[in-house]
C-alpha cells in the first residue's frame, strides 16, 4: 500500500523547503544550501521553485528506479528534486489541460542545460509508450546532442557553454503523449567563430569534425587532423579535459542519423563547417595601387581554392569579392577596393554570417522533423533554457544581449511568482496585503525602451548618415541616459563626478538585477550592423551548392534589396518580446540553479559566489513574498492524514471532511488562532515554528505509535507462528497417520489379492469341471435322445404305412363291395341305360382329364417347336392329332399377325418358292435359309448403273448378274438381269447397256431342272416381238428367288396369264429357228467339280450337275 503520510518533511538535511527556514536570514539561507550540498542535496525547494545547485559530478539520482519513484506523486510527497517538477508540470498539462513554461535561469554553468535535458529525459519517461510516440521521444532528446555540438562551447565558466538560446515547446495530445515540438533559437554567439577569448574554443563542431571524423571524409573535406593549421580555432585548450570530442562526432552523427537528416545533408553540413575552417585560414597583403591606395590580395590561394572547390564557388568571384566592395544606390553602383583590414574584416563577417546562418539552418531543419503531424490542438510543454547571466573582464555587445534577455526573465519570474502567490490566496479567500519587492522593469526599460533605451539608440546611430562609430554611440548614450539611476559611464551623474578610475573612457556600466556589468562600446555598431558585403552574398549564391545557396538568398541578383536589414539588437528584441509574451499565457514552473563554485570542481562550495547568485536571483526576496503570507500551506486532506495521530478523536480514522477533521486536530493540540487561516481548500500555516511544532508532536507520537505496533506486531508474530508451528503439527502428524494407514493398507490388500485369487482360481476350476460335466451329460442325453427318436420315427412310420395299406385295401374292397352292392342293388332298375350313362360319364370325366392335362402340356407358340404331348387314349388318336394341326394353324396365324408388311411380302415369296420348288428341285432347301435381297447390285445407289436405272421409271424389284448361255458352246457371258413389275432386262455388266429386254406378257414359261443348278431358261411367246431372238437360257445364283419374283409377278398382274415353271431334267429350248434340248445329268460329286454345260451336238446341250451332299 503506498504511504501515503511521506513527505518531504521526513530525514530532512536542513530544510528541504526554503520558506520553513527558521530564523531567515541570508546567512541562514546560505547555510541551509551548504548543508543540504555537502550532503549531496542539491535541489532545494522555495515554495514551488526549485533552487538547483550544480554539484559538478555524476549523482544516482537520476536512475529510472527514482523515475517510478517521482511518478504520479504530489508535489510534497518526496525529497526535492526536479523531477518532482516535472512530474507535477506533466500531470497539471495532461490532467488539467493547462500548458505549461520551466523557466531554468542562472548563470553559465549553473546547470540550466543539464536541468532542462532532466525535465525533457523525465517527461519522456513517464509519458506514453508505443512505436510512434518513442519515435518522436527519440527524436526530440536526439536534436540536444546535434544542438550542442553546433552551439555550445568552452568558456573560462562551463566546458559546455551554450552560445544560444534555446526555447523548445515540446506538445502533447489529449492523452499526454508527445506529438512534436518546435524549437526557437536566439541569437547565437557568431563571433566565437572567427575569435576565442583566452582559455575558451570556438564551438565544439569544429574540434569533433578533426577529431572524430574518418581520414576518408576528412580527406574528402580537404581538412587535415591537426587543430594548429587553422586560424580559427584557438590553441590553448584545444583538448577539454572530460571532453572526448571524437566519441562525441559519433554521437552528434548518429543523433543527426535519429533525428531525420539525410546522408546528403549532413555531409552538406560538413562542407560548411570545413568551408569556415578554410575560411579563416585565408590571408590577405596589400597591394598598392598607382592612385595611391592599398589594395588587399590574397596571399596564399591555395585554401582559397579548396574553399571555392568544396561550396563549388568559381574561385575569381570570391577572390574578387574580397578585394572589392560595392555599394549600390538608387539606380547607380559604385565599386571601392577594400584594403587588407576590409578584406579581414570581410573574410570574418563571411565565416560568421556563414555558421550562424547554417545554425539556423540546423534548428529548421530539426524543427521540421519533430513537427507534429496531428493536426488537433496540442497542450504544450515549453522548456527555455537561455544562456546565463554573464559578467567577464570584457564584456561586448554579445554579453549586453545575453544579460538584457536574463533581465527579462528575471522581470517575468518576479511578475509571475507574485501574481500566482496572490491568486492563490484570492483563489483559497484568505486576507492578503500586497508586498514590496525590487521590480527590475526599470532596467528592461533602460535598454529596450522604444524611444531613449539602448538598443533604440544603437539603432539609431547604425542607421544614421555621416560618420558613425562606437565611439559616437557612446556619447549619445552619455546624452540621454545620463540620469538613469542605473547607468554609468565617465560622463553620467553616477560615475562620482569622473573620478571612477574603474570605469574606462570607452565604457559604461550598467547596474543589472544580478550585478554591475561593464559593458566595453567596441564593436557594438558593427556587431549591431551585422553587415555582410553583398558582392560576398551575391558569391555565395552563385555557389554550385544547393546548402550554400538557400542560405544566402539576398545574393540572388533577381532580388535585390537595397533597404537595409533589421540590426541585431532590433531583431533580438522583437524575438524576445515574442517569447515572453508566450511565456506568460502558460503556467510557469522555475528551476533556479546554482553554481557552487569557479573552478567547476564538486564538493566546493564557495559562499561568497553563491551570496551573490542569491542576491542578483533574488531568492532572499522570494522566500520572502511566499512568508509574508503564510509559511507553508497544505490541503486538509494530506494534512489529516499526516497530523491525525495527535488527536484523539482523529485516530485512527475520521469519517466527517476534512476540514472539519483538521479543525478538531488543531483545536485539541490549542495552536493559537493567529498561527493558521483556513482556506477553501488547504490549512495556511503563517510561522514555520507551527508547523515544526506539529512535525515534532507527530515524531513522538509516531514513536508511541511505533512501539505500540511493534508490541502489537510481536505478539501478532509469536502467535502467528505458535498457530502456525500447531497447525503444521496437525499436518505433519496428519500426513504421518495417512502415510501409515496407507502402507498397512497396501500390505492387507495385496495379501487380499493372493488369497482371492487363489480362492477365485480354485473356483473357477471347479466350475470348469462342472461345465465340463453338464457338457458331457448333454451330448450324452442328445445322443440317446437322437436314437431313441429315431427308433420311434420308424416304428411310427412303419405303422402309419400298414396302416394306410390297410386303409386302401379297406378302400378298394369297399368300392369293388360297394360297387357290387350298387351293381346288384341297380341292376334290376337300370339294365338298359346305365351301361350308356356310366360310359357317357366315364368318357366325360376322361375327355375333361385330356383336356386339362392338354393345356397344362401345350408345347410353346413358336411355329417351329415340333413337340406336342404324346396321346393318353388310343381312342382319342385322330383328336389329338387334329388338335395339334389346330394349335399349329392358330399359333402361325398369331405368330403371322406380329408380322409388318415388308416382312409379310418376304414370307409371301418364301410360301411361293415353296409351293413352287418344295419336294420338286434339290435346290430348294438351300435356298430357305436365304433372305430374298431383290436387288443384290444396290442399282439406285451405285453410281455405276445410275443410267441403267434411269431408264425405268418403275421400280427394280430383281437385279442380279447372271450367266447367259451361249448355245454354240454352253459357255456363259455376265449380264445383269434387272426385273420389274413389267419387264425382264439383260443388260451388260460392264456397260451397263441394255441387251434385251422382254415384257413380261411376252414369257410364257420358265423351265428349271430338279437338280442343284441354277440353270433357267425364259421361254417366250412365240410370235411376239421378243422372241425373235429366241429364248433364253440364262444361270442363275439366286435361281430360286428370280423364278419366285416373276411367277409372283404374274399371279399378282391382271392382265395376264399365271406364269408357268415347269421343272424337268430335259426341256427344249428355242433359239431362233432351232430347237435344242437342255438336258441336266446328275454326277456324283468329285472333289471340287462343279456345274457345267457342254454342247453335245446341234440339237442337245449336256449340264452335268454334281449332286447334293
Ligand atoms: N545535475 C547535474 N549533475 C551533474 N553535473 C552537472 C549537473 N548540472 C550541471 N552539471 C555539470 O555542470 C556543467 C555545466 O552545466 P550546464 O552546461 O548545464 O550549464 P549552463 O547553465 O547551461 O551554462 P551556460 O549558460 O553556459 O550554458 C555540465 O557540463 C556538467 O558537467
Ligand atoms: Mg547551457
Known amino acids: 500500500m503506498e504511504v501515503k503520510t511521506k513527505s518531504l518533511l521526513d530525514n530532512m538535511i536542513g530544510v528541504g523547503d526554503m520558506v520553513l527556514l527558521e530564523p531567515l536570514s541570508e546567512e541562514s539561507f546560505i547555510e541551509n544550501l551548504r548543508k543540504r550540498f555537502d550532503h549531496n542535496e542539491i535541489y532545494t525547494y522555495i515554495g514551488s521553485v526549485v533552487i538547483s545547485v550544480n554539484p559538478y559530478k555524476s549523482m544516482l539520482i537520476y536512475t529510472p528506479e527514482r523515475v517510478e519513484e517521482y511518478r504520479n506523486r504530489n508535489f510534497y510527497e518526496l525529497s526535492p528534486h526536479i523531477y518532482a517538477l516535472a512530474d507535477e508540470a506533466y500531470r497539471s498539462l495532461r490532467d488539467q489541460d493547462k500548458d505549461q513554461c520551466i523557466l531554468i535561469t542562472g548563470e553559465s554553468g549553473a546547470g540550466k542545460t543539464e536541468a532542462s535535458k532532466l525535465v525533457m529525459s523525465y517527461v519522456a519517461a513517464v509519458c506514453g509508450k508505443g512505436q510512434e510516440v518513442n519515435k518522436v521521444k527519440e527524436q526530440l532528446l536526439q536534436s540536444n546532442p546535434v544542438l550542442e555540438a553546433f552551439g555550445n562551447a568552452k568558456t573560462v565558466r562551463n566546458d559546455n557553454s551554450s552560445r544560444f538560446g534555446k526555447y523548445m515547446d515540446i506538445e502533447f495530445d489529449f492523452k499526454g503523449d508527445p506529438l512534436g515540438g518546435v524549437i526557437s533559437n536566439y541569437l547565437l554567439e557568431k563571433s566565437r567563430v572567427v575569435k576565442q577569448p583566452r582559455g575558451e574554443r570556438n564551438f565544439h563542431i569544429f574540434y569533433q569534425l578533426l577529431s572524430g571524423a574518418s581520414d576518408d571524409t576528412l580527406k574528402k573535406l580537404k581538412l587535415d587532423r591537426d587543430f594548429s593549421k587553422y586560424n580559427y580555432l584557438s590553441l590553448d585548450s584545444a583538448v577539454v579535459?572530460?571532453?572526448?570530442?571524437?566519441?562525441?562526432?559519433?554521437?552528434?552523427?548518429?543523433?543527426?542519423?535519429?533525428?531525420?537528416?539525410?546522408?546528403?545533408?549532413?555531409q552538406s553540413v560538413l562542407e560548411l563547417v570545413a568551408a569556415v575552417l578554410k575560411l579563416g585560414n585565408i590571408e590577405f597583403k596589400p597591394e598598392s595601387r598607382c592612385n595611391g591606395t592599398d589594395e588587399s590580395r590574397v596571399k596564399d590561394k591555395n585554401d582559397l581554392k579548396e574553399m571555392c572547390e568544396l561550396l563549388g564557388i568559381e574561385q575569381s568571384v570570391l577572390e574578387r569579392a574580397f578585394s572589392y566592395r560595392t555599394v549600390e544606390a538608387k539606380m547607380e553602383k559604385v565599386s571601392t577596393?577594400?584594403?587588407?583590414?576590409?578584406?579581414?574584416?570581410?573574410?570574418?563577417?563571411?565565416?560568421?554570417?556563414?555558421?550562424?546562418?547554417?545554425?539556423?539552418?540546423?534548428?529548421?531543419?530539426?524543427?521540421?522533423?519533430?513537427?507534429?503531424?496531428?493536426?488537433?490542438?496540442?497542450?504544450?510543454?515549453g522548456v527555455l533554457d537561455i544562456y546565463g547571466f554573464e559578467i567577464f573582464e570584457d564584456n561586448s555587445f554579445e554579453q549586453f544581449i545575453i544579460n538584457y534577455c536574463n533581465e527579462k526573465l528575471q522581470q517575468i519570474f518576479i511578475e509571475l511568482t507574485l501574481r500566482e502567490e496572490q491568486e492563490e490566496y484570492v483563489r483559497e479567500g484568505i486576507e492578503w496585503t500586497n508586498i514590496e519587492y525590487f521590480n527590475n522593469a526599470i532596467i528592461c526599460d533602460l535598454i529596450e525602451n522604444h524611444q531613449n533605451g539602448i538598443l533604440?539608440?544603437?539603432?539609431?546611430?547604425?542607421?544614421?548618415?555621416?560618420?558613425?562609430?562606437?565611439?559616437?554611440?557612446?556619447?549619445?548614450?552619455?546624452?540621454?541616459?545620463?540620469?538613469?539611476?542605473?547607468?554609468?559611464?565617465?560622463?553620467?551623474?553616477?560615475?562620482?563626478?569622473?573620478?571612477?578610475?574603474?570605469?574606462?573612457?570607452?565604457?559604461?556600466?550598467?547596474?543589472?538585477?544580478?550585478?554591475?556589468?561593464?559593458?566595453?562600446?567596441?564593436?557594438?555598431?558593427?556587431?549591431?550592423?551585422?553587415?555582410?558585403?553583398?558582392?560576398?552574398?551575391?558569391?555565395?549564391?552563385?555557389?554550385?551548392?544547393?546548402?550554400?545557396?538557400?542560405?544566402?538568398?539576398?545574393?540572388?541578383?533577381?532580388?535585390?534589396?537595397?533597404?537595409?536589414?533589421?540590426?541585431?539588437?532590433?531583431?533580438?528584441?522583437?524575438?524576445?518580446?515574442?517569447?515572453?509574451?508566450?511565456?506568460?499565457?502558460?503556467?510557469?514552473?522555475?528551476i533556479r540553479c546554482i553554481k557552487p563554485n569557479d573552478k567547476k570542481a564538486p564538493h566546493i562550495f564557495t559562499e561568497s559566489l553563491v551570496c551573490h547568485q542569491v542576491r542578483y536571483l533574488g531568492l532572499m526576496e522570494n522566500v520572502r513574498v511566499r512568508r509574508a503570507g503564510y509559511a507553508f500551506r497544505q490541503a486538509y486532506e494530506p494534512c489529516l492524514e499526516r497530523y491525525k495521530m495527535l488527536c484523539k478523536r482523529t485516530w485512527p480514522h475520521w469519517r466527517g471532511p476534512a476540514r472539519e477533521g483538521v479543525e478538531m486536530l488543531m483545536a485539541d493540540l490549542q495552536v493559537p488562532a493567529e498561527e493558521f487561516s483556513y482556506g477553501r481548500s488547504k490549512i495556511f500555516i503563517r510561522n514555520p515554528r507551527t508547523l515544526f511544532f506539529l512535525e515534532e508532536r507527530r515524531r513522538q507520537c509516531l514513536q508511541d505509535l511505533a512501539t505500540l505496533i511493534q508490541k502489537i506486531y510481536r505478539g501478532w508474530k509469536c502467535r502467528t507462528h505458535f498457530l502456525l508451528l500447531k497447525k503444521s503439527q496437525i499436518v505433519v502428524a496428519a500426513w504421518y497417520r495417512r502415510y501409515a494407514q496407507q502402507k498397512k493398507y497396501e500390505k492387507i490388500k495385496s495379501a487380499t489379492t493372493v488369497v482371492q485369487s487363489y480362492t477365485r482360481g480354485w473356483q473357477a476350476r471347479k466350475l470348469l469341471r462342472e461345465l465340463k460335466h453338464q457338457k458331457r451329460c448333454e451330448e450324452a442325453v442328445t445322443t440317446i435322445a437322437a436314437y431313441w427318436h429315431g427308433t420311434q420315427a420308424r416304428r411310427e412310420l412303419r405303422r402309419l404305412k400298414e396302416e394306410a395299406k390297410r386303409k386302401h385295401a379297406v378302400a378298394v374292397i369297399w368300392a369293388y363291395w360297394k360297387g357290387l352292392k350298387v351293381r346288384r342293388e341297380y341292376r334290376k332298375f337300370f339294365r338298359a341305360n346305365a351301361g350308356k350313362k356310366i360310359y357317357d360319364f366315364t368318357i366325360q370325366r376322361i375327355m375333361q382329364k385330356y383336356f386339362l392335362g392338354l393345356k397344362r402340356t401345350l408345347p410353346s407358340m413358336s411355329p417351329v417347336d415340333k413337340n406336342w404331348p404324346a396321346r393318353p387314349y388310343v381312342f382319342l388318336d385322330g383328336v389329338h392329332t387334329e388338335l395339334r394341326r389346330i394349335f399349329h394353324l392358330w399359333r402361325c396365324k398369331k405368330y403371322k399377325s406380329k408380322f409388318t408388311e415388308e416382312k409379310k411380302a418376304v414370307y409371301e415369296e418364301k410360301l411361293e418358292a415353296s409351293e413352287l420348288f418344295k419336294d420338286k428341285k434339290s435346290l430348294y432347301p438351300s435356298s430357305v435359309s436365304q433372305p430374298f435381297k431383290g436387288d443384290y447390285l444396290e442399282i439406285s445407289k451405285n453410281p455405276k448403273y445410275q443410267k441403267l436405272n434411269s431408264s425405268f421409271d418403275e421400280k427394280v424389284l430383281l437385279a442380279d448378274v447372271v450367266n447367259k448361255i451361249n448355245r454354240a458352246n454352253g459357255k456363259g457371258t455376265t449380264r445383269i438381269l434387272l426385273l420389274t413389275k413389267k419387264n425382264v432386262v439383260l443388260a451388260d455388266q460392264k456397260t451397263g447397256q441394255v441387251k434385251a429386254s422382254v415384257p413380261l406378257p411376252d414369257l410364257t414359261s420358265v423351265s428349271v431342272s430338279t437338280q442343284n443348278d441354277g440353270f433357267f431358261a425364259l421361254r417366250l411367246k412365240e410370235g411376239s416381238a421378243s422372241a425373235v431372238k429366241g429364248d433364253f437360257l440364262l444361270s442363275s445364283e439366286h435361281l430360286i428367288e428370280t423364278i419366285t419374283k416373276l411367277h409372283h409377278i404374274g399371279s399378282t398382274a391382271s392382265d395376264r396369264e399365271q406364269l408357268n415353271v415347269d421343272i424337268s431334267d430335259e426341256f427344249l429350248v428355242q433359239f431362233k429357228q432351232d430347237k435344242v434340248c437342255v438336258k441336266f445329268i446328275q454326277v456324283a460329286p468329285k472333289n471340287g467339280n462343279s456345274v457345267s454345260c457342254k454342247r453335245k451336238n446341234n440339237r442337245l446341250l449336256e449340264v452335268t450337275v454334281p449332286a447334293s451332299a
Open 337 to 381: 577596393t577594400l584594403n587588407v583590414a576590409q578584406a579581414y574584416y570581410a573574410r570574418d563577417a563571411l565565416a560568421k554570417n556563414l555558421y550562424s546562418r547554417l545554425f539556423s539552418w540546423i534548428v529548421n531543419r530539426i524543427n521540421e522533423s519533430i513537427k507534429a503531424q496531428a493536426k488537433t490542438r496540442h497542450k504544450v510543454m
Open 456 to 590: 533604440a539608440m544603437l539603432d539609431e546611430e547604425c542607421l544614421r548618415p555621416g560618420t558613425v562609430t562606437d565611439e559616437t554611440f557612446l556619447d549619445k548614450l552619455n546624452m540621454i541616459c545620463a540620469e538613469h539611476q542605473h547607468f554609468e559611464s565617465r560622463l553620467s551623474k553616477n560615475s562620482k563626478f569622473l573620478n571612477d578610475h574603474s570605469l574606462p573612457h570607452c565604457c559604461f556600466r550598467i547596474q543589472h538585477y544580478a550585478g554591475k556589468v561593464l559593458y566595453r562600446v567596441e564593436g557594438f555598431v558593427d556587431k549591431n550592423n551585422d553587415l555582410l558585403y553583398r558582392d560576398l552574398s551575391q558569391a555565395m549564391y552563385k555557389a554550385n551548392h544547393t546548402l550554400i545557396k538557400h542560405l544566402f538568398p539576398e545574393g540572388n541578383p533577381a532580388k535585390v534589396n537595397l533597404k537595409r536589414p533589421p540590426t541585431a539588437g532590433f531583431q533580438f528584441k522583437a524575438s524576445v518580446g515574442t517569447l515572453m509574451r508566450n511565456l506568460q499565457t502558460k503556467n510557469p514552473n522555475y
Open 241 to 266: 579535459n572530460g571532453l572526448d570530442d571524437a566519441t562525441n562526432f559519433r554521437t552528434v552523427r548518429n543523433a543527426m542519423q535519429i533525428v531525420g537528416f539525410m546522408e546528403d545533408e549532413v
